[in-house]
């Protein structure tokens, strides 16, 4: 079973800094692609962040490319968003995502519980 525990999470400042981690078991992680993605209230649910294990690609969202940071731990089947420089529209549920195709998309395949980010002005 495909398990993604996503935590970190928190209320933060802003300009302040948070690290999320996902914890992922039941399959390959080297073999998926695995990113984060959020949801901000009444918000559609945006890619946050995304490692293609296809071709080696990470990607990031506009908004966050020079602030945030996405990294693996293979060795863990771990995957950590370093957030730098919070601002309050960075409010959302941030969510783990896995596909087993290797590619990063906005219809991953497994789902972690989200984790609440809160960066007040």
């Known amino acids: 079973e495909v398990q993604l525990q996503a935590s970190g999470g928190g209320l933060v400042q802003a300009g302040g800094s948070l690290r999320l981690s996902c914890a992922a078991s039941?399959?390959?992680?080297?073999?998926?692609?695995i990113g984060w993605f959020r949801q901000a209230p009444g918000k559609e649910r945006e890619q946050v962040s995304c490692?293609?294990?296809?071709?080696?690609?990470?990607n990031y969202a506009n908004s966050v490319w020079d602030r945030f940071a996405i990294s693996s731990d293979n060795a863990k089947n771990s995957v950590y968003l370093q957030m730098n420089s919070l601002k309050p529209e960075d409010t959302a549920v941030y969510y783990c995502?896995?596909?087993?195709?290797?590619?990063?998309?906005?219809?991953?395949?497994?789902w972690g519980k989200g984790t609440q980010v809160t960066v007040s002005s």
């Open positions: 039941g399959f390959t992680f080297d073999d998926y692609a």
């Open positions: 490692i293609s294990s296809s071709d080696g690609s990470i």
């Open positions: 995502a896995a596909a087993s195709d290797g590619w990063c998309n906005a219809g991953m395949e497994y």
